[in-house]
Structures are given as C-alpha cells and as structure tokens.
C-alpha cells in the first residue's frame, strides 16, 4: 500500500504508547497527528481530515465511543480502529457496534500487526470511494439522458409522464455506457383502488388521482430514476443501478398512502410494486416489463398492498402459499392449532424454571405438524397472527393455570409474540384480557419479543413495553445477536431477559470469534441485570461452556425437544429436574 502523504490520527491518553505508535507510523511513511483525548481528537479531526483514525477507548475528557460515532456518523467513508484494553472483548464489540472499522487490542506487541490493520481499512475506503465516484458517473449519465428524452419524445397526454419509448431508451443508454455492474431495476408500480374510486365517482377524479399520485412518484425518484405511465393505473419505474430498493419500495407506499385531496374530498390509495431485476430477470427491456408484471400481477393475487420480486419459480411458490394460506384461514375455528411446551433449565441446578410455548399446525389428515417457520410469515403478512396469537396466549394462560392447581409450582410461562402483534397497537389490551380471562399470574408470563420490534419506533415501542411491564408481565428479547439493536437502546427498555441465538450457540466452543463475542453478550447482559437464555443447546461441550460463564438458562435438544402437554407435565413433576444429567456423566 502507497502511504505517502496519508494522514493518521492517532488519540491515546497513554503518552508512551501513543509516541510509540506515532514513531512507528512516521517510519513507514504516514504522516502522523496527535492527540491525548478524544475531544482534542475530534477537533484536531475536523481542522485536518485524516485519512485514518486510531483511538482508544478509555480516555479522559472524551472517550473513544464518543470520537467513533461522531465520525461514523459525520464521515462514515473515514476508517476509525479502535485501540481496546486488554482482554476487553465486550469493548471491542461495542467499538463495532458503534461504526469502528477494525479494533487492535491492548498491549500492542507487535505493530506491524497495526500496519495490517491500517493496510486494510485504508484499501477498504479506497474501494468505498471509487465505487461511488462510479455510481455518482451513471446517475449523473441517467438524469442526462433522461432530460434529453424528456425533451424529445412525445409525453402521456394525461399524467405529462414520458411515454414507454423514452423509458426503453434510457435502458439502452445505461446499457452502452457499460458502466452496470450493480441491477437496475423495473419496477410496476399499480395504484390498488383507482378502480373502485373510477367505478364509484367517475373517471375525472380517478384521472385527477392518477396524475396527483404520477406527480407525486416522480419528485420522489427523480434523483434515481424515471417513471412512465405503463397502462390505466399502472406506472413503471426503471431505477439506476445503485437505486436501495427495499428503502423506494417504502418511499413509494409511504408517498402513495398519504391522502389525496380531489375536488374537496380526501381519498386514500394503496399500492402493489411488482420488481424485475437486470439481467437475472432478463436482458432486455421488454423482458423486463414482463416480468415485472408478472410480479405485480401476483402482489396483487395476494391482496395487494405489498411489493414482491420475480422470480422463474413465483407462479408455483405463489399457488402453493394461496394454499397455505386458504388452509390457515380456516384452521382456527377448526381448532388445528396446538401448542408445544419446551422446558428452561437452570444451568446449574438443572432443574426446570419455566418452559417456552411453540405453536404447532396439525393441517386435517396430518400426522405431522407443519413448521412454524413456514406457516408463522403467512399468519403475519396477512394479519392472521393477530387472533392467532391471542388464542396462543390464552390456550398457555389457562393451561398454565390448569397445571398449577394440579401440583406443579410456580414456573416461568414464556410466550412468543410477533411484531404485527405489537404493531397492532391492541396488544397491551389483549394481554390484560387474557390475564383476567385465564386467573393467570402475570408475574409468572413472560413475553419474547423479537429484535425487530425494538428497531421500530423508539417512543411507541418504549410506550408500549411501559405498558406490559406496568401489568406485571415479563419481557424477554428473543433470537438476540440476529438483529442490530445497539446497547443503548436496550438500556433504555424494560427487559428482563435476554435469549441468545441458536445461530451462535451452534458454533460453540469450536469457533473461537463466535466464543468471544457469545461470552461478551453474556457480560453485557449482566451488566443490564438481564437473566441470559442459551436456546438451541444441543451438546454438553456447549451446555460447559455456558454454565462456566455464567449463562444463568439453558434450552435445547440436549435436556429436552417440545413436548406435547401432557408429555410436558409429567416432565415438569419430576422432583429432580434434569439433575441427574450432570457433567461427568
Ligand atoms: P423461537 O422463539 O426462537 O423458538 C425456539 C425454536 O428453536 C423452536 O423452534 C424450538 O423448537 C427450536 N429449538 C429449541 N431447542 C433446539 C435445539 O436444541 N436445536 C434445534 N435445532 N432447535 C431447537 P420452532 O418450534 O420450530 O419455532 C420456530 C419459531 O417460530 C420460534 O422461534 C418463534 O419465532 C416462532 N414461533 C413459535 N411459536 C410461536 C407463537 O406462538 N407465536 C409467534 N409469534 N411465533 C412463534
Ligand atoms: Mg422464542
Ligand atoms: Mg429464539
């Protein structure tokens, strides 16, 4: 690497250390700035933009955290490393977190390893940097031409949107430049009601609809893109290679959803995205346009108001799922539904704390019950898992309740609830129901909601877990470690649990990094006073592990798969838990 004319800066309180890095940095050609605190760090940052900061963690004034998130946050194309204390895992995991690039631990005996580290974060920024320089290239080509065309070709009378001719164009153009590594993207944009608003109040407020939300479309991806009118109510979009598809999807909707005023009445439009993608859905623009109809053809099949992708298999997928999902409307009332109950283990006692309830679907003739991981999205997309999920609850409460006059003592009952749930802003109603429906103990109910509720809305989602904890109820963050919630956001909710994933606990012991960070998440979680669940324990080797460092709550295979009720109970009465399964068996 050519470190000629870079700038590093390096902020270390340690004034031994620090000269040493600086000396070491001078040699091999960087220039070097200093400073001995992260205030100073970052004032020196702004005046000199280095191109790499090294910081530290723990310093006087201002801490290392502070400097990483004001850059990431600032410039997050400049590569900060943050230098942790020794053996400080969980600080090096919060660096990351926070936007650091790499981190270099505490003592620094061998700096070349700080020259690798350098080396790497720097190629790493370059590469940032010319992939967009690229990127910048073609948008700037694709608004050209579009205004070009624009220019050019006739427009639809109606909406004043350019015609198709002009879309296929600009396709081409972004083909000769020869500048498509990344997908542009057709996307088959359909206003869901126009119909009915055309049916009902006449064609001159569905045109004036149609226009106002055309108008509406185009401001918004204007920087990106172009639009067309396709057919009647259907506009086709063609985005620009680096266009974030899922975040236009949104803005779409978001746009399209918010009322329109037409001749002094409010109307209020839903919208189906069908999205082809170049070239896997095909090399050519009319191929394109197909099957992105296609897709929208099927959104629409679905109930509309959604977006989906094409794909060669959807047509067969998608009849398979309308299966499913006729299935599940009726399995409720035919009461199809039953549910599961896998035990908690104390990790040194061995005997059983509480158990998780998992629904199961036994469809009419089947032996065997159909996963929840193929049947639980559909209840979801389609608002099913709000019913659904009361009746989960209510079956656990009052079997729960059923248990206990029957002997067993007071365990933890943990249901799972799904953010549609929570979404439907009647979840904190629908467990007050149940609670006095079913006699159950709310200080024995524990709710596991998932990572992606958290990432919601902070104050409506803080708002309503205020709510739950008031009642009594406990609440545990499930599948932790698969999402991206920071720590401070967890701080700052009523949790009392925190369940780490299968996904990491398979790879225990074995993988040295997944050991590190699954020890880290255990301190952390300490240090919020949270009781850890391992789930997905399967090994004694993962269960040692654990119990060594103090995971207080072990699930898994390796005590006990689900069990069906009564299969539960028996188990739940033995007086001796798991204990006979000790570590030197
Ligand atoms: P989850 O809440 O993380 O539940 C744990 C899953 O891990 C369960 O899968 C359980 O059977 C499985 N598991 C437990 N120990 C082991 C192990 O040692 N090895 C392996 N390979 N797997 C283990 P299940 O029952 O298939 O449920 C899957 C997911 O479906 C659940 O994940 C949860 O997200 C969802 N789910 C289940 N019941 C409900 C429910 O009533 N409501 C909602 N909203 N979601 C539910
Ligand atoms: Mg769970
Ligand atoms: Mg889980």
Known sequence: MHVNNLAVLTIEDDQDLRRGITAFLRDIGFKVLEAENGHRGLELFERERPDLVLTDLKMPVMDGFTVISTIANRNPDIPVVAISGTGVVNDAVEAIRLGAWDFITKPI??????????????????????????????????????????????????????????LEELFQQALLSRGLHGNPALLSIDLDNLRSVNHTYGHDHGDLLLMEAGKRIKSLVQP???????????????TSTHADLPHVVRE?????????????????????????????????????????????????????????????????????????????????EREEYALHYQPKVDAETRRIVGMESLLR?????????????????????????????????????????????????????????????FDSGTLSDMVARVLEQTGMDPSCLCLELTESIVMRDMQQTLATLGTLADRGVKLSLDDFGTGFSSLAYLRRMPLHELKIDRSFIMNLPGDGNVAAITESIIAMAHSLNLTVVAEGVETKEQLDFLAARRCQEIQGFYFSRPLDRDDFFTCASRPDGFSRKRPLE
């Open 109 to 166: 005996t061998d700096l070349g390893e700080l020259e690798t580290i350098a080396g790497k974060v720097l190629a790493r920024a370059e590469e940032r940097r010319e992939r967009r320089n690229h990127l910048l290239g073609l948008e700037d080509l694709v608004e050209k031409q579009s205004r070009r065309l624009s220019d050019l070709a006739n427009v639809d009378a109606l909406t004043g949107l350019p015609a198709k001719s002009h």
């Open 224 to 238: 990106f893109g172009e639009i067309c009118r396709l057919s009647g109510a259907t506009f086709a979009l063609l």
């Open 252 to 332: 779409i909707k978001t746009c399209v959803e918010a009322p329109f005023s037409v001749f002094g009445q409010e109307f209020f439009l839903g919208v189906s995205v069908g999205i082809a993608l170049f070239p896997a859905d095909g090399e050519s623009f009319e191929k394109l346009v197909r099957n992105a109809d296609i897709a929208l053809s099927e959104a629409k099949a679905l109930g509309g108001n959604r977006h989906l992708f094409y794909s060669a298999g959807l047509s067969q997928r998608l009849r398979e799922h309308m299966k499913l999902e006729t299935l599940l409307r009726r399995a409720l």
């Open 361 to 421: 679907w036994y469809p009419a003739g089947a032996k065997e019950p159909v996963s929840p991981e193929s049947f639980i999205p559909i209840l979801e997309e389609t608002g099913m898992i709000v019913p659904v999920g009361e009746w989960v609850l209510h079956t656990a409460c009052s079997q729960y309740v059923a248990w206990r006059s029957a002997g067993m003592p007071a365990l933890r009952l943990s249901v799972n609830v799904s953010a549609c749930q």
